[in-house]
């Protein structure tokens, strides 16, 4: 089955710099790639997503960027702000039938500090 | 425009015990996916229902059981409860159909096996 590894597990950054987190699947099927945001105590909440016909795409101060033959995916934040603090998740997906399941990475804290 | 719901928020049980967890979807989802949250890890997926039947299922035992309502609501069973069995568990809700669909998270529910 499918495997997710994100890196780093924890991402210290001072406010107005970038930040930068990575993931790598095993599954070449593989072919949605979504980013959640997960602050303490509250849901993962869908933050951008990319498919595997877009190599890039952005959102405002975020962006994801997909490499297919290298089977990576990282998520890129701008300007940061105190309040991007929280634990970001990657996702793959492969789709099947009608349905798809999310597999997750382990996660990175990040935390933006004044 | 209600999101996902879940009740009850926070459960404690005791060892060998049975656990129902409840799913309300988004409006206008039809599609139920069930995922466990250990501290410190990425959701893994349990299972996913559409048309009150089980589409896919992750890698867990038979414990693990589920249900969906016309309604699209679902349930999620978990028989002799084991201390491993405490985590968050979430549920999230999509569409069903051509491509991978975003599953929206609802806040989970927080079970404790003691």
Do not use: M
Not at chain 1, 31 to 47: A, D, M, T, V
Not at chain 1, 75 to 84: N, R
Request: aromatic content about 10%; some cysteine; overall charge negative.
């Amino acid at each position: 089955g499918e495997n997710v590894e994100q890196h780093p597990s924890t991402l210290s950054v001072q406010e107005g710099d970038s930040a930068v987190i990575k993931c790598t699947y095993s599954d070449s099927a593989s072919n949605y790639f979504p980013w959640y945001k997960q602050e303490l105590g509250k849901r993962p909440q869908l933050i951008i997503d990319i498919r595997s016909n877009v190599g890039e795409k952005k959102d405002q101060r975020i962006a994801v960027t997909l490499n297919k033959t290298a089977k990576h995916f990282s998520l890129h934040i701008t300007e940061t702000q105190p309040e991007d603090s929280a634990v970001y998740l990657c996702a793959a997906s492969t789709e099947t039938g009608g349905g798809n399941k999310l597999t997750f990475g382990t996660g990175t804290q990040l935390k933006v500090e004044l | 425009d209600a999101g996902v719901t879940q009740s009850p928020t926070h459960l404690i049980k005791t060892r060998g015990q049975q656990v129902t967890l409840r799913c309300s979807p988004k409006s206008g989802h039809d599609t139920v996916s069930w995922y466990q949250q250990a501290l410190g890890q990425g959701p893994q997926f349990i299972f996913q229902y559409y048309e009150e039947e089980e589409r896919q299922r992750g890698n867990f035992p038979d414990r693990f059981s589920g249900h969906q309502f016309p309604n699209y609501s679902s349930e999620l069973n978990v028989n002799a409860l084991l201390l491993g069995d405490s985590a968050l568990y979430l549920c999230a809700s999509s569409f069903w159909g051509a491509g991978n669909q975003p599953q929206h998270f609802g806040d989970g529910t927080r079970l404790s096996i003691l």
